[in-house]
């Protein structure tokens, strides 16, 4: 298995490990993008008009309770960045990592604001578009610098950093005995918020004006600039950086906004959300929301051409495994169980998966479609409420039909043309019963495959998959973790990712503590 060499470890580690906590504090969004389209379909004076029982009072109440409440979350990201990374990276008590960062935020918030007052530069609201264009915004009923979700995001790094650096610490005078721990964690915060929120008020608005003279080099480039991100966000899954590519356009203003009624809904998606509910037209910055729509139909024409492709002998077993994934990418856009399937084995099929991704995009974009792509059955329900004038769902769901031919012709040529081992087309390795298997997850197995307990540094988790770091990463053995993790390994350096779907947060917490129970016993 190809493994990164030492001169750019470091680099693509720190990386990856930015992206992972980034993806981290994301982690409810799928669940929270659900309730907000049932909300809004609920809440749709377009539905209601074709669904009489949808405007009935309580029904009406309820889906605008849903809308709201998930919308309240869309709107304040900048502190579940912050909460979320900071638990992430938090080694122990995770739990006060992130009461330390909701703090700290607050008390980064508060400082901005008296800042911009004490120096008489505390914006006043204008009409309609309230603060908007002053630089200034109001996050969680404080008036300050608008950072987007990058204030969160830095403090969220910061304090992960400094909680592991002194969560530890102990003070040997009595009086000062309760100052240790997480407290002393949290004092160290405390100043540190105090410094950044005075000096974001004069290092962020030059920056906010050199951005606005740059909307972004993808987002200035037009259709090149929309291949290039649908490229990169397929490609880049390996590493875990395709976050860095679609976060800044689907929750910041690069990605547009929209002011409605004195309210500011910034980035791609919450625009769009707003958009929808409100009936109104559905502006350009969509485009950047098309990221769903290979997820949503492309893996149709990927899993096809595996199965197809598979030696007879074997479809049936490649499609009871495939399918399964498949329909977890195709409704809840969580495509990284079948990504890892052919990603590190089969380069070509990745190369030509981001290109197809990137093409399509663009092709949406050209054929005037502004319909919804995300989730098999939500965006089908919100394309038909919004209606065909809104969204062009016809030719949507044409180029749909041809994206899933695209890739099964490719994917077909490409498999049999370099004989790829794809799914179904490589005998597998004869393996044993992994020992200690009588009942659950053969835990024992795992830690001897990754070299026992003395060579496992630290365990963490994202979405899918189970991340553990070794000491010494020739006593790996690949064989067994291969037949343990059978929905993908990656082994970059001193870093082991086991890909266990939605498992992976169950397992790690297990795994935590056998781990725990081991270390008491010894």
């Known amino acids: 298995m190809k493994r990164t060499s030492k001169p750019n470890e470091r680099m693509l580690r720190a990386l990856e490990r930015f992206s992972t906590a980034m993806l981290s504090a994301l ?103 309230g603060l908007y264009g002053t630089g200034q915004a109001v996050v969680l009923g404080i008036q300050t610098v608008d950072m987007g979700v990058t204030g969160g995001v830095l403090l969220g ?140 139909f492309g893996y149709f024409g990927i899993v096809a051409a595996f199965i197809f492709c598979a030696r007879p002998e074997k479809r049936r077993r490649t499609a009871a495994m495939l399918c399964p994934l498949l329909l977890t990418a195709t409704l809840a856009s969580v495509t990284e169980p079948l990504d890892f399937l052919f990603c590190f084995l089969s380069p070509v099929l990745w190369l030509a998966h981001g290109v197809i991704a990137g093409a399509f995009m663009v092709l949406l974009d050209l054929c005037g479609v502004t319909g919804f792509t995300s989730g098999l059955l939500s965006s089908l329900a919100m394309n038909l409420s919004a209606g065909v004038e809104r969204t062009h769902y016809p030719t949507l769901y044409l180029l749909a039909a041809a994206e899933i031919a695209v890739y099964f012709i490719v994917f077909t040529f490409l498999i049999r043309r370099f004989d790829l081992r794809t799914p179904g087309r490589e005998a597998p390795a004869a393996t044993e019963a992994p020992a200690g298997r009588s009942g659950g997850f053969p835990f024992r197995a795992l830690v001897a495959a990754l070299g026992g307990r003395e060579n496992i540094l630290r365990v963490d988790n994202c979405l899918t998959r189970l991340r553990v770091w070794v000491r010494d990463p020739g006593r790996l053995d690949e064989k067994a973790l291969r037949s343990l993790a059978p929905d993908g390994l990656g ?15 169950q397992l790690r917490a297990q795994l935590d503590e056998m781990l725990a129970e081991h270390a008491l016993s010894t």
């Open 27 to 129: 982690g409810y969004l799928p669940a929270a993008g659900l309730v907000l389209a049932a909300g809004a379909l609920l809440a749709s004076a377009g539905l209601g008009g074709v669904i009489p029982a949808l405007r009935w009072p309580p029904l009406a109440l309820a889906g605008r309770l849903a809308y709201d409440g998930m919308m309240a979350i869309v709107q304040n990201l900048s502190v579940v960045f912050c909460v979320g990374i900071a638990a992430f990276l938090a080694r122990r008590e995770k739990q006060q990592a992130g009461m330390i960062a909701l703090l700290s935020y607050l008390v980064f918030l508060t400082a901005g604001h008296t800042t911009l007052e004490q120096t008489g530069r505390l914006a006043a609201a204008g009409g309609a578009l």
């Open 157 to 296: 790094f910061l304090t992960g950093w400094v909680y592991n650096r002194t969560s530890g610490k102990k003070f040997c005078a009595a009086p000062l005995r309760i100052y240790g721990g997480v407290r002393w964690s949290f004092l160290c915060m405390a100043g540190l918020s105090a410094v950044l929120g005075l000096a974001a008020c004069f290092v962020w608005p030059p920056i906010q004006r050199a951005v606005d003279g740059l909307t972004g080099w993808i987002a200035a480039a037009g259709d090149a600039g929309l291949f290039v991100y649908g490229f990169l966000e397929r490609v880049l899954i390996p590493t875990g950086l395709h976050h860095l590519i679609y976060i800044p356009f689907q929750f910041s203003s690069i990605g547009g906004t929209l002011t409605v009624g004195g309210q500011v809904y910034t980035g791609a998606y919450a625009v769009l959300m707003a958009e929808y509910s409100l009936g109104l037209p559905f502006s350009d910055g969509i485009r950047w929301m098309y990221a769903g729509f290979t997820k949503t």
């Open 491 to 505: 082994c970059h350096g001193s870093e082991v990712q086991l890909v266990f779907g939605f498992d992976a947060e």
